[in-house]
């Protein structure tokens, strides 16, 4: 059986991320197991710019972004395989997977990196009633047609869901000559970027009709339509707000869940607010030595921080491939949201063994304004920062110091709420 | 008088901006409540630019379609003149980042260029 000190998971933006970081740590020993037929994951899709603005300072395209990473991993003769499907990872660390080449082979690790990010919620995740069919498409798969195989999926599209995707493929669509007549999101917010909204609906007249939703599907071999209807405070569609919109395209871009099969099997412990495995500050999995990074650990707003986060996870791996699990004075101070905070990346911090400083990431469940963000050390308030808003669609993120951590040695629990002014 | 009525993206707040316009002159912009807000007000009314990203095909290369850019923002108003110039515009394998595959999109004086390896 083949050995390696680390096996990476996923050669997307984590993964690569990851993959330079553990070697600018001093491991040699590395493999990323990537089952597309190349490196760079979804980035490769994403053609549209704003990419880096936190890492680079300037503004790259998806494709772009990544080749700055496989650069960097071809620099480093890191090893790679590509058209490999990851079947199964055991708590011993025997990855098995599959390719053409050597058919079924397994793989010893040290250490795992989980890095294989999200797939789009489908059709079926939503229960929209009708027939079923062509013409209904995952935001992202339009996107893959588009942009990398050179095919268009319609003329006449709606989009429903007002995730950063279908934004994006709204304008993407637009530009290539098809009718996006109007974007239905559910939630009486939008899930993307304000930025994406102005650029790809507003720049092109298309409309935004937020709490509304799609409630039936015409056609039987090729979409004819769909009906639209608003929905009350439940998300519950209200009779006579109901349209009627032809359209030979419906694009669904409706969430992204992490895609944990793999880890979930292996024995790794999920948040199901983020779908992820729940990780210490270290971000290592409850099974020792197996890290996570990226959208499979929860879905990230910008690429930047996915890449910050996975450096951090490739350094960790490093460090466990080279000591071993340490655990000094096997403290662990609980970390969690609550009041509007939905969850908290990591779970758990021990404060001997943290950096200087740990960035916690979040998400809040509504949109906030004139709001501040209070942290607790038990139950005394240590932080008390203003936020203008605050909103689901947007990661944020806090400091810990490790110094200040050190100071209270009888903290046994982080919360971090969302406070009204 | 003129009035727009903008979103400004320079953050999570999208503060709604109002311009008001005396023919070319600027004379008023309410709303934003930073000095960003005032900064894109001014900009998105009087000069907007954007970058502009496509695909072109490629022959002979290991896919079908490479990536590209305009090298710098264009004015708002030439992005459809400049998606229409890409159609039919097949290049040859190998592209490399940065390679210029038209030039002078659209009379614009800028470049597109190709933002992936094929």
């Known amino acids: 059986m083949k050995e390696y000190d680390i096996v990476i998971i996923g050669g997307g933006p984590a993964g690569l991320a990851a993959a330079i970081a553990a070697r600018d740590n001093g491991s040699e020993s590395i493999l990323i197991l990537e089952r597309d037929k190349e490196l760079g994951g979804i980035l490769n899709q994403c053609i549209h710019n704003g990419f880096g603005l936190h890492t680079f300072k300037e503004e790259l395209t998806g494709p772009e972004y990544a080749a700055r990473f496989t650069e960097q991993v071809e620099k480093y003769k890191i090893e790679y395989v590509l058209n490999t499907m990851v079947i199964e990872i055991s708590p011993e660390k025997v990855v098995t997977a599959m390719n053409r080449e050597e058919g079924l082979f397994d793989i010893q690790a040290k250490a795992i990196i989980l890095a294989m990010g999200c797939r789009e919620r489908s059709r079926g995740a939503l229960n929209i009633p009708g027939y079923r069919p062509a013409g209904i498409f995952s935001a992202g798969t339009a996107q893959r047609l588009v942009n990398m195989e050179g095919f268009m999926p319609g003329r006449e599209v709606v989009i429903l869901g007002s995730g950063d995707i279908g934004l994006i493929m709204a304008r993407r669509l637009t530009l290539e000559g098809a009718k996006v007549k109007v974007v239905a999101e559910i939630m009486p917010y939008s899930g993307g970027l304000k930025r994406n909204i102005v650029q790809c609906l507003d720049d092109y007249g298309i409309p935004l009709k937020l709490s509304h939703t799609v409630i039936e599907i015409r056609g039987k071999e090729r979409l004819e339509g769909i009906t639209l209807a608003a929905v009350d405070d439940r998300g519950k569609p209200i009779a006579g707000t109901e349209e009627e919109y032809s359209c030979d395209t419906l694009l669904l871009s409706v969430g992204l869940i992490p895609e944990n099969e793999l880890s979930g099997a292996m024995g790794v412990v999920m948040n199901p607010v983020t779908s992820g495995p729940i990780v210490n500050e270290s971000l290592e999995t409850n099974v020792e030595g197996v890290f996570a990074c990226g959208n499979v650990l929860h879905v990230h707003d910008l690429v930047d921080f996915v890449s910050e986060e996975a450096a951090a996870a490739g350094k960790n791996a490093s460090n466990y491939v080279k000591n071993g699990e340490q655990k000094p004075n096997g403290r662990e101070i609980i970390l969690e949201g609550t009041d509007g905070v939905r969850y908290t990346v990591p779970s758990t911090i021990n404060p001997e063994r943290m950096e200087a400083t740990q960035i916690v990431r979040f998400r809040v469940g509504n949109v906030y304004k004139n709001c501040y963000i209070g942290v607790y050390f038990n139950d005394e308030r240590v932080l008390h920062r203003k936020r203008m808003v605050m909103a689901p669609g947007e990661m944020e993120e806090i400091k810990l110091e490790k110094e200040k951590l050190l100071l209270h040695p009888d903290i046994d629990r982080i919360t971090i709420r969302v406070e009204e002014a | ?118």
């Not at chain 2, 930073?34 to 900064?39: I, P």
């Open chain 2, 1 to 118: 008088m003129e009035k727009r009525e903008l979103i400004c993206i320079s953050c999570p707040m999208g503060c709604p901006l109002t311009v008001e316009l005396e023919g070319q002159e600027i004379v008023n912009i309410t709303g934003y409540t930073c000095k960003r807000g005032e900064v894109y007000g001014r900009k998105e009314v009087t000069n907007p630019t954007r970058i502009v990203t496509s695909t072109v095909k490629v022959e002979g290369g290991k896919s079908d379609m490479v990536s590209v850019k305009t090298r710098e923002d264009i004015p708002k108003d030439k992005i459809s003149e400049c998606v229409k110039a890409l159609k039919g515009i097949t290049v040859k394998a190998p592209v490399r980042i940065g390679d210029v595959i038209l030039s002078n999109v659209a009379g614009t004086g800028v470049d597109i260029v190709a933002t992936k390896e094929v």
